[in-house]
């Protein structure tokens, strides 16, 4: 569905939940499936580990399994990989790079079908963010909050496997670039080894029949 917003040394793939699988699920990985009660869940985990190993074939490590922290229910990749996996309506996508290559992927979709409270703007956007929010019409307004949400979300899913550290939503401030589908970010706070507060660094954003992906990697 969605073309790569990466270059060609990380591996992304995005697959439509209503398909079966290219990838069957390694042995490992169907037994933590089992233990899954919910069958959205079961399909969610199915597809989105179909799309890590696709997204590894490029790499010759498809039969590596991917499995979950029980505690950060992060994926745990192959030592020397980097990845993201994300999942939201019907679709799932994964992308990973080499260690060597790339220090961190973050990945987000999110279904622009599911309304969402404008109210939560208070909780995920600084003073800034809402300030520009403020100068749109409602329906751009929306829009904005959505893709500065699943911005903030893929920095966390970038940054915390390499550093450890707990972003919340307003550790960042995301300026949204609509002409280029870019977006930059502000940390407010260091992530332990990886970056200072006051880092800054910029992401991509794409919207296809109402599903929008965010991506960053370092």
């Not at 490029?58 to 590596?64: C, G, I, Q, T, V």
């Not at 622009?112 to 003073?127: A, G, P, T, W």
């Not at 910029?202 to 370092?218: E, R």
């Amino acid at each position: 569905m969605f073309p790569s917003p990466f270059p060609e040394y990380i591996s992304f793939f995005c697959a439509d939940l209503s398909t079966p699988p290219v990838f069957p699920l390694l042995p490992e990985e169907d037994k933590f499936l089992k233990t899954l009660s919910s069958s959205i869940r079961q399909t969610e985990f199915s597809h989105g580990r179909c799309c890590a190993h696709q997204a590894l074939a490029k790499f010759k490590l498809e039969s590596e399994p991917i499995l979950r922290n029980a505690e950060t229910r992060e994926p745990c990749w192959p030592d020397r990989v980097r990845g993201s996996i994300t999942h939201s309506g019907e679709y799932a996508a994964a992308a990973v790079g080499l260690a060597d290559d790339v220090s961190g992927i973050g990945i987000d979709l999110e279904s622009l079908y599911r309304v969402v409270d404008f109210n939560i703007s208070r909780h995920v956007c600084v003073e800034k963010e809402l300030e520009w929010l403020n100068t749109l019409p409602p329906d751009q307004a929306n829009r904005g909050l959505r893709i500065i949400f699943s911005a903030k979300e893929s920095i966390f899913k970038c940054l915390f496997p390499i550093s450890k550290t707990y972003l919340y939503f307003k550790d960042a401030t995301v300026t949204i670039d609509e002409a280029s589908d870019e977006f930059t970010f502000t940390l407010s706070r260091e992530c332990s080894g990886v970056t200072e507060a006051g880092f800054r660094h910029s992401g991509k954003f794409s919207i296809i029949d109402k599903m929008l992906l965010t991506a960053i990697y370092l």
